[in-house]
C-alpha cells in the first residue's frame, strides 16, 4: 500500500514512524530542526492520517510492507535510517528483521520488543469493539491521554496535550480498531535483537508511564552496540514533550552515520 508522507529536506534520508493512534503531525519539530540537514519522510501509517484506511486487522509487518511500498515509488533503493516512536518501533523493528538490506541505521522511541501479554490484547479487543461501536476514536483517547504525558509537560506545555488530543481524534476509528488488533498480535522480536547489525540509537522518556526505563534499558543492553539516550522532562511522547534534547541525541546520532 502506498502511504500518504512529507517529505522534508536535503542529505541522507532518516524516515520516522509514529506512534498510535497520531499521524505524521507528531514529527514537526523533527521535521524543522532535522529537515534543515537531513531528508526527514515521515509516513503516515495504514488507517491513520491521510493514508488509506483499512478494515480488519493491520499486522506491523502488513504496516512495514507499505513503508516498503512507499520508499519503492520515491526510488528510494539504498538503505535508510529508520526511527520509530512506540508502534513506530514495533514497525521499524519488523523492518530490520524482515528488511536488513534496507536499514543503514535503526532508532528506536519510547518503544518495546515484546509482544502484549494476554490481558493487554484482551483490553486492546475490548477498546476496538467500543471504537467500531461508537465510530469514534474517543474511548481510545480518552484511555490514552492521561498515560502518554511527564507530569511536568501537562503543567509547562498544556497546550501540547490538545495539539495532541485533535491528532488523535482526528484519525478514523476503523484504522485505529485495526491497529490495536494488529498490535495485539505483534510478535515477541526480542531473540531477534542480536542479530540487529546496524548503528542503534534507543530514546526512553525519563517519565515514560508506559514503557519502564527498565524495558529499555535491556532493549539498549540486547541490540549489539546500542546507546541509550534517556531524554528529561518527558514522557510517552519525548519528540514531542522535549524536541530540543530529543533532536539533539537523533542529530547526534545521524551525524556519526554521515
Ligand atoms: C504508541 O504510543 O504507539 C502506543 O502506546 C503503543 C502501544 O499501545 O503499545
Do not use: C
Not at 514533550?241 to 551525524?255: H, I, K
Amino acid at each position: 500500500m502506498l502511504l500518504a508522507y512529507s517529505d522534508d529536506g536535503p542529505g541522507p534520508v532518516v524516515v520516522l514512524l509514529h506512534g498510535f493512534p497520531l499521524s505524521r503531525e507528531m514529527w514537526l519539530a523533527q521535521r524543522t530542526t532535522i529537515g534543515a540537514r537531513y531528508r526527514v519522510i515521515a509516513p503516515d501509517l495504514r488507517g491513520h492520517g491521510e493514508s488509506p484506511d483499512v478494515q480488519g486487522i493491520s499486522t506491523m509487518d502488513g504496516m512495514a510492507d507499505d513503508v516498503i511500498d512507499t520508499l519503492n515509488a520515491l526510488q528510494l533503493t539504498q538503505p535508510v535510517v529508520i526511527g520509530g516512536l512506540s508502534m513506530g518501533g514495533y514497525v521499524a523493528l519488523s523492518l530490520v528483521e524482515r528488511y536488513p538490506e534496507r536499514v543503514r541505521g535503526l532508532i528506536l522511541m519510547n518503544s518495546r520488543a515484546q509482544a502484549d501479554p494476554p490481558q493487554t490484547a484482551q483490553v486492546r479487543e475490548d477498546l476496538a469493539q467500543l471504537v467500531e461501536s461508537q465510530g469514534s476514536p474517543e474511548p481510545v483517547v480518552s484511555s490514552m491521554m492521561p498515560k502518554l504525558f511527564s507530569p511536568l509537560t501537562a503543567q509547562r506545555r498544556p497546550e501540547i496535550l490538545g495539539q495532541l488530543q485533535a491528532i488523535m481524534m482526528a484519525n478514523r476509528p476503523t484504522g485505529i480498531a485495526a491497529a490495536l488488533r494488529g498490535m495485539a498480535v505483534r510478535p515477541d522480536r526480542t531473540a531477534s535483537l542480536g542479530r540487529i547489525s546496524v548503528p542503534t540509537l534507543i530514546v526512553a522518556g525519563a517519565d515514560d508511564g508506559l514503557i519502564p526505563m527498565a524495558e529499555s534499558e535491556s532493549l539498549a543492553r540486547a541490540i549489539p552496540g546500542a546507546r541509550l539516550v534517556v531524554i528529561p522532562d518527558a514522557g510517552h511522547l519525548a519528540p514531542v514533550e522535549n524536541p530540543a534534547d530529543t533532536n539533539r541525541a537523533l542529530e547526534e546520532f545521524l551525524d556519526t552515520l554521515a
